[in-house]
């Protein structure tokens, strides 16, 4: 259902009860333990004509705050999670895409993880508008979401989009 919070969508795909699911990648190993393991594949989002299909990256951003009493250890912390050792276990053991070429292209996560296949891997990533956003992210990701939901109802994209852009344009002035 386009009505569904992102745990439930999940939860019934899970269960069989959905056709598609559009996720985070995390999804994909919570379902490797239900009842759909090994009964579902994963693709890049549909595109039409020249434009290519992307896929948005972000939530894992680390810094160290100006504030920390311990700066290097935090900053010695932060260069271990972004370490190739690091992100070969999370990608393993929780589905994160990895942001290093060489780990996406390990045997070991690829075994674990196979949508990272070269057709989905390639894809293009950007980053999530947080940048742009600011403080008004939420209000931001509301506006794509709901346009989203519009287009998965059956209203046209040509129609849904402009006004998407507007809002949001509006919403970063």
Known sequence: MSTYQE??????FDAGDAAFLRNWPYAYSVSQ??????KFGVTVLPHTGKNKSVATIGGWEL????????????TEWIRYLASPASEKFTAIFSSNPPTIA??????????VNPWLKPKIAKVARVGR????????YQQ??????????QIENGQDAKNVLPGVAARLKQLIK
């Open 102 to 111: 060489s780990v996406a292209k390990n045997k070991a996560v690829v075994k």
């Open 7 to 12: 745990t439930e969508s999940l939860n019934a």
């Open 140 to 149: 931001g990701s509301t506006i794509i979401f709901q346009g989203m939901n």
């Open 33 to 38: 333990t239900s009842k759909i393991k090994g």
């Open 129 to 136: 508008p947080s940048r742009f956003l600011r403080a008004k």
């Open 63 to 74: 810094g160290v705050s100006k504030y920390s009493k311990h700066k290097g250890a935090a």
